[in-house]
């Protein structure tokens, strides 16, 4: 009896058993259809298909009313089952159109996305058809996943606990979003960084802690398959299309693979660095083929300095120039004076008109060309009334492929030429693009940073380097080939991104659209070389100030037998640092000599020693030194 009660229950809990697995198979079943719709939809709304999702929870929206995926953020796991849900941002990716009905073929446009203001007949814009279309290049959700674990399993045998919640995948790396632990600061996850990339097999990797405007820790890892970004796909995004900026330029696709526009009249000037090879002159290629794509000569003239010879030629004999492309290191300090001066005319024309702004000037024009009257009230109606039919003024964008030669080259000349330009010159429409291979102190010095906030640094050998660039680390984790932090003018901290690309077949196509259209309009070399001479004359007026100055103080010395700096203040009116500079020139001459005994002051060496060098002799006529 009591063996059969013991095999009656054992087959009671096996039945039971049986009944149980059954039931949960039934429920798996049933719960199948709820995991389909977590695969992408179209979204009618926005015309494209959203990111990808995998185990969304049900209650959550799967795309913004937009078609991008919600920023909310799903759990690291699932209570029930145990299982990862991880969000994957794959973001606009070649062949995903960012505006509703928009569409990337290669059909043929008949013009450009620009301005919706009429064209005059003369001048038609280069159809989007004379560029390619890019093939899109993804990562797959199991690579994604898999490099996921393996950054928490990799801070987790250090003690870190983090949960990876999103990956954004973007053109060339993923950004995955982290969140620590309870009780885990965020600065030891910096600690590993080789670690990381050491498990991940990465050639580089980046960390930014935290990432800007989310709670999360982002670490950027190279794709293995990286996609290019075509300059047609960023030109037919919505961003680009709807934007106001005069002057809009594309720079490629972030992280999350949204496409980055930027804007030069807003800048307003832009400063370009990075090693040999990294994509610095295929951005300034994009950024001239942006502009030639929606700007009109008589919207937009351009200056171009090509030390090198050969990265701006293509451009030579487009409508859109104001002068030859300079190739001649001499010339080009010409071509920097010549447009300080256009700088300086326009301030007087803008002042006479009584404008403030370029954009203003020439929508009072617009409106009407022969009469229109500046604002009531700043008694500047007679001067503005006396123009004969007054023009609109075209935007000014002055590019230098390599301010290294330059600076070599002359830099008392180019450094305060450039510091003037990108001082005053926005208000007038003149923006500069200043391209460099060589991102040293003496190359891009502290003046000229000061007025260049908008900055894009490529792929450079250190950290020192990322730090001349954009006051920052980073750039030297860049991976290169087009891969650029972008800091623009109203951010604290660079972007990455990655480089729109145009090719030299493309960018043919385009210089020779706009070629067949017309010559251009330069200015004459004989105003360039005049500006050049008035220069020179007053350079020498102001060494004959510097030596009669010079012959007044060494009078001073003989008379008085006495020096000093403050002396020199009282007794020739000037201030201290003409003073001090005097007293250099003074020692260098031979006239006086530091008193050895004090290692201050100065002794005055006897003016009738026959051993004392004439003025003849020191050249002191001849080569004047330079008094401030």
């Known amino acids: ?31 199948a259809p709820s995991a389909v719709t977590a695969e992408p939809e179209l979204d009618q709304d926005a015309g494209r298909r959203p990111s990808r999702n995998r185990s969304q929870p049900p209650d959550e929206p799967a795309t913004s009313p937009r078609g991008r995926r919600s920023p909310s953020v799903s759990p690291a796991s699932d209570a029930a089952t145990g299982q990862r849900s991880l969000i994957i941002q794959t973001g606009n990716q070649p062949g995903r159109p960012d505006a509703p009905g928009q569409t990337t073929t290669s059909e043929p446009s008949t013009r450009s996305a620009l301005d919706p203001a009429p064209w005059p007949e003369r001048w038609q814009l280069p159809p989007l058809s004379l560029l390619s279309v890019s093939v899109a290049q993804q990562m797959g959700d199991n690579e994604i996943a898999e490099k996921a674990a393996t950054i928490e399993k990799t801070l987790l045998s250090f003690n870190i606990p983090v949960t990876v919640r999103e990956a954004r995948v973007g053109p060339t790396v993923t950004q995955f979003s982290l969140v620590p632990g309870d009780g885990v600061p965020v600065k030891t996850i910096k ?43 960023v030109l037919e995004t919505r961003e680009f299309t709807e934007s106001k900026g005069r002057l809009r330029v594309a720079l490629g696709r972030d992280v999350d693979g949204r496409p980055r526009v930027g804007d030069l009249a807003r800048m307003p000037h832009l400063l370009i660095a990075g090693q040999t090879g990294a994509g610095k002159s295929v951005c300034v290629n994009t950024i001239i083929a942006s502009l030639l794509s929606h700007c009109r000569p008589d919207e937009l003239n351009l200056l171009m300095i090509d030390p090198k010879q050969v990265e701006l030629a293509e451009y030579e004999g487009i409508p859109h120039l104001r002068y030859p492309v300079v190739t001649d290191l001499a010339e080009a300090g010409k071509v920097l004076l010549w447009a300080c001066e256009e700088m300086e005319r326009r301030y007087t024309l803008l002042s006479k008109a009584g404008y403030r702004h370029l954009d203003a000037y020439n929508r009072a024009i617009e409106a009407n060309a022969e009469d229109a009257t500046p604002p009531a009230g700043n008694g500047r109606h007679e001067a503005w009334t006396a123009l004969t039919r007054p023009k609109p003024l075209p935007y000014i964008v002055l590019i230098i492929d390599e301010l290294a030669d330059l600076m070599m080259f002359a830099p008392d000349d180019v450094e305060p030429a450039i510091c003037r330009l990108t001082a005053k010159a926005r208000a007038v429409g003149i923006h500069l693009v200043v391209a460099t291979q060589r991102p040293s102190v003496n190359v891009v010095t502290g003046l000229i940073k000061a007025n260049i906030p908008s900055r894009i640094a490529f792929a450079v050998a250190s950290q020192t380097d990322s730090r001349v660039i954009l006051d920052t680390g980073g750039a030297e984790a860049l991976l290169g080939r087009g891969d650029m932090l972008y800091l623009p003018y109203d951010q604290g ?10 090719s030299d077949e493309e960018l043919s196509k385009i210089v020779q659209f706009w070629k067949d259209q017309g010559r251009p309009n330069y200015v004459s070399k004989g105003e360039i070389d005049a500006l050049s001479l008035r220069d020179e004359e007053a350079a020498s007026e102001k060494q004959d100030r510097a030596s009669a100055l010079l012959d007044r103080a060494i009078e001073v010395l003989r008379t008085s037998n006495h020096v000093s700096v403050s002396f020199l203040q009282r007794k020739l009116g000037i201030g201290y640092p003409k003073a001090a500079k005097l007293m250099d020139d003074l020692e260098d001459a031979g006239y006086v000599e530091l008193d050895e005994a004090t290692g201050k002051s100065y002794r005055v060496i006897a003016a009738d020693d026959p051993a004392l060098p004439t003025e003849d002799e020191l050249g002191v006529g001849v080569h004047p030194p330079h008094v401030s």
């Open 1 to 31: 009896v009591w063996a059969s009660t013991h095999i009656a229950r054992a087959l009671a809990a096996l039945v039971a058993m049986i009944f149980r697995t059954i039931s949960q198979l039934l429920e798996s079943r049933n719960s």
């Open 191 to 233: 600690r590993y960084e080789y670690d990381l990339q050491l498990r991940l097999a990465a050639k580089t990797l980046r960390i930014e802690l935290p990432v800007p405007g989310r709670p999360f820790v982002g670490i950027e890892i190279p794709n293995d398959r990286a996609a290019s970004v075509g300059l047609r796909e």
């Open 493 to 502: 901290r660079p972007v990455r991104v990655q480089g729109a690309w145009v």
